[in-house]
């Protein structure tokens, strides 16, 4: 089984026939999804300047498709790092099991919805890394009172997700479903709320 490096040559690489190339891209978002597979699809798709049921879009199109998926699994990729050197330091002072902090990171394993997306129409629309870097420095700090990526403030409690957690606070404007630690408690009760509203 080819892994994402290998999938991203072949996209790639203009010996290559188009369809290979944008079937080596779809099969990229099986190793790294950020906001799952068919919203990340989407994504990319409407940054790159192609339909996401073209065939055989233009070369420069698809490299530019390629290009912002390796960029952004490149910031994962150190956060992941930084989060596995943590872990050792954890686990060398006594603390063998990580705390509730880390559920949401043991959820996203591998960079799959890492700012899952339900509906796949839905989306940010700034560059995939630009969006983890936010996500990121807002896991890094105190929990805030809105989304991380797009500052938007109305939340609203989402249930029967396609995704782990199966509900969690979905951001109205960009789509993600944010991630707890990232909110006060105060937060998560007001997007509890403003979904018992909605569903009266």
Not at 22 to 31: G, H
Not at 87 to 103: I, S, V, Y
Not at 134 to 161: F, K, N, Q, Y
Request: aromatic residues 8%; glycine residues 6%.
């Amino acid at each position: 089984m080819a892994g994402f490096r290998s999938l991203a040559r072949q996209a790639r690489d203009p010996r290559n026939d188009l369809a290979l190339r944008r079937y080596s891209l779809r099969k990229c978002l099986e190793r790294f999804a950020p906001y799952g597979h068919r919203a990340t699809w989407d994504h990319l798709c409407s940054r790159a300047g192609f339909d996401p049921e073209d065939r055989s879009p233009e070369p420069a199109r698809l490299t530019a498709a390629v290009d912002e998926l390796e960029e952004a699994r490149a910031v994962w990729l150190a956060y992941e790092a930084q989060f596995a050197e943590r872990r050792r330091k954890e686990k060398h002072d006594g603390l063998r099991r990580p705390g509730t902090f880390d559920d949401w990171h043991r959820l996203t394993w591998g960079g799959c919805g890492v700012a899952w997306c339900d509906d796949p129409r839905v989306h940010p629309s700034e560059p995939l890394a630009e969006v983890l870097r936010r996500l990121i420095a807002a896991l890094e700090r105190e929990p805030g009172t809105g989304c991380p990526v797009c500052a938007g403030s109305a939340l609203l409690w989402t249930h029967d997700l396609a995704h782990e957690p199966s509900s969690g606070p979905v951001c109205t404007h960009c789509g993600i479903v944010v991630p707890r630690p990232v909110l006060t408690p105060a937060s998560l009760a007001d997007a509890r709320r403003a979904r018992v509203l909605v569903s009266a």
